[in-house]
């Protein structure tokens, strides 16, 4: 995760399928051989090879590659097919944050069916993947990040919303019309994390403006649901103000509930800085002018992001358990995910030139997105159009230990947020969910409460990776999710089988 201020530059439903095209990952060959555009026929816009355990121990058959979404822009992908019953699906696609955060590591450190390790050359099976219930599609993007590339190289990438969203609707396209389109008839679904809460609305709302125009090329399958990830739609909110309300926790006894919370004399700057910073941040949000998008930011960070001491022995921002206790800040724990991506064996199977320098984050880009603006822009109508407007029902995830996007703050946006439904989610109550263990032993994963289409989880336990930091309480509830979208009922609140008391059935149709 990535978000540029002082919060963040410290680091990160049936569908279309086109029946007569033949897939060319459809084949069993046992060998497993590594296919390009050479196996597959000259002036195709992309790359394919499968991969095996070596690269990544899935327990089930991945691929990887690249599409072509301009002359000059390559988007990587990775994807692996469901453990169970690929064929009846769903799809989810991930995308990490940043800008210029890769999505590889959601793949190797969160939700994906391997797992790195500090130092090792070979990945461990996430016993708790979304590939369990999912075929699960990652993508290094805009291009520029990760294995991504612009003209063989890294720099030069999209720095806006509106490139990226182009470049994403034409790697979509290409995937599910010239590669995977047997998939193309399943529910499909996007997660973004973090910055993903800017992405993923604009995405999802480019795509679907496009699909009901009949624009031609537009990638085509209904989106059924988006989640999002411990994400930012609203940074004056989910970031700046929902710092006072987590790290000022002061009981009546003048103590800070919160072990690595703000003193008090800290708390009382914040809190007078906050009607501004609000007010500012509402401005934002209603003119989407980047100009005063961009003086909100500044404004909130210098008066409540400066506090939150990120330095040597002072706090980490995605974890509120965390100190910084080395020389090097915890980038989402980035290191050992991308010290294996450059192995020279991983690069070798993935079909690289010798000496890629894959990094967790391009910092080019993320300032270049600073300087453009589009850092700053908030997705807060694109999400009203989503919900008001399209058939795509909303998830979202909040890790309760996270500072940089905080569950506190982002109550608050989805609160505020104009829709339909607006008054009835906001005085909805929110209520305990629980999670099963291997035993069946219901354990509480957090709070809960949904209305029609939006549905808002809270993750006891977890910093800004909610999704990675629990793995089990995840999986769990985002297959309660999909399940309910795939057969078309009411959200209820998840439960284990073993829990106590009735299950509180909470109308939200997908």
Not at 357 to 370: I, K
Not at 460 to 481: S, Y
Request: charged share 20%.
């Amino acid at each position: 995760m990535l978000l540029n201020s002082t919060l963040a530059v410290v680091a990160s439903l049936g569908g279309f399928m086109p029946a007569a095209l033949a897939s060319p990952v459809s084949s069993q060959d046992a060998s497993q051989r590594p296919l390009s555009s050479a196996d597959l026929g000259s002036g195709l816009p992309y790359t394919l090879r499968e991969q095996n355990s070596q690269a990544c121990d899935a327990g089930s058959r991945q691929w990887t590659g690249w599409i072509n979404v301009s002359e000059e822009k390559r988007l990587f992908f990775w994807f692996f097919e469901s453990r169970s019953a690929p064929q009846d699906g769903p799809v989810m696609v991930w995308l990490n944050g940043g800008p210029g955060g890769p999505s590889m590591m959601g793949l190797f450190s969160e939700i994906g069916p391997c797992l790195t390790v500090k130092g090792g050359n070979e990945t461990i099976r996430n016993e708790h993947s979304w590939s369990n219930f999912a075929n699960v599609l990652f993508i290094d993007q805009p291009a520029g990040v990760g294995f991504s590339s612009v003209s063989g190289g890294t720099e030069g990438g999209p720095d806006n919303i509106a490139e990226a969203s182009e470049g994403f609707d034409k790697f979509l396209s290409i995937s599910f019309t010239d590669i995977f389109p047997q998939y193309s008839h399943l529910p499909f679904h996007i997660a973004g994390e973090s910055f993903g809460g800017v992405y993923v609305p604009f995405f999802v709302n480019h795509i679907s403006q496009r699909q009901k125009l009949g624009v031609p090329g537009v990638f085509q399958i209904p989106i059924a649901s988006i989640v999002l990830v411990n994400a930012v739609v609203d940074m004056t909110s989910s970031s700046y103000i929902g710092v006072y309300d987590h790290m000022c926790k002061f009981g009546r006894d003048g103590r800070n509930r919160l072990k690595l919370g703000l003193n008090a004399t800290t708390c009382r700057i914040i809190e007078e800085a906050v009607p501004r910073c609000a007010a500012l941040g509402r401005q934002c949000v209603a003119t989407y002018n980047l100009d005063v998008c961009r003086a909100a930011i500044a404004f909130c960070d210098e008066h409540i992001g400066v506090y939150l001491d990120v330095r040597v022995g002072g706090r980490v921002p995605y974890d509120d358990r965390v100190l910084y206790e080395n020389g090097t800040l915890p980038l989402c724990g980035a290191d050992s995910y991308a010290d294996y991506l450059n192995r020279p064996h991983l690069q070798a199977a993935l079909g690289l030139d010798e000496g890629w320098n894959f990094t967790s984050v391009n910092m080019d880009l993320n300032m270049r997105w600073e300087a453009s603006g589009d850092s700053f822009t908030p997705s807060t109508r694109e999400m009203s159009y989503i919900l008001d407007e399209t058939e795509t029902s909303v998830l979202v995830i909040n890790g309760n230990n996270d500072i940089s996007v905080t569950t506190e703050g982002n109550k608050r946006v989805y609160d505020a947020l104009p829709w339909s439904h607006q008054a009835s989610f906001r005085l909805e109550r929110y209520v305990d969910w629980e999670w099963p263990d291997k035993s069946g032993a219901a354990h509480k994963g957090g709070e809960f409460k949904a209305v029609d289409k939006l549905a808002f989880a809270t993750f006891d336990d977890a910093g800004h990776e909610a999704v990675g930091h629990q793995k089990e309480a995840g999986a769990f509830l985002v297959t309660c999710w999909l399940s309910t979208a795939r057969d078309g009922q009411a959200v209820s609140v998840p439960r284990s089988k073993n829990a106590q008391g009735p299950s509180l059935a909470q109308d939200v149709e997908l």
